[in-house]
Nanobody
Framework: QVQLVESGGGLVQPGGSLRLSCAAS????????MGWYSQAPGKQRDLVAY???????KYADSVKGRFTISRDTAKNTVYLEMNNLKPEDTAVYYC?????????????????????WGQGTQVTVSS
């Protein structure tokens, strides 16, 4: 199994900054993509940003120029640097990691895909 542990959320004033972190651990063979999603109360979970294994990135239009996604491949960790935060950025932010895991069962090594979610971290932007 693959576990994700998020950190870095909190309360910040408009115009402020936060840095979210998400560390993946477990039977990871390879990671295809790591990303962040946000979900405001009563709304669906939307993509904020993701980064692929070759370093390609994609951002939601609403965060372009303000948020930066990066990763530390040695630590299987993804970061989201959030600058110039706005009240509309208030949401629970979820980390998502997709890849291949390898497990050993009865002496047999098996590989399978995984799509794991973090527990979510609250980001509140308010004065």
């Amino acid at each position: 199994q693959v576990q994700l542990v998020e950190s870095g959320g909190g309360l910040v004033q408009p115009g402020g900054s936060l840095r979210l972190s998400c560390a993946a651990s477990g039977s990871i063979f390879s990671i295809n993509a790591m990303g962040w999603y946000s979900q405001a109360p009563g709304k669906q979970r939307d993509l904020v940003a993701y980064i692929t294994s070759d370093g390609s990135t994609k951002y939601a239009d609403s965060v372009k120029g303000r948020f930066t996604i990066s990763r530390d491949t040695a630590k299987n960790t993804v970061y989201l640097e959030m600058n110039n935060l706005k009240p509309e950025d208030t949401a629970v932010y979820y980390c998502n990691v997709k890849g291949i895991m390898r497990t050993l069962t009865g002496g047999t090594s098996r590989v399978s895909s995984f799509n794991s979610w973090g527990q979510g971290t609250q980001v509140t932007v308010s004065s």
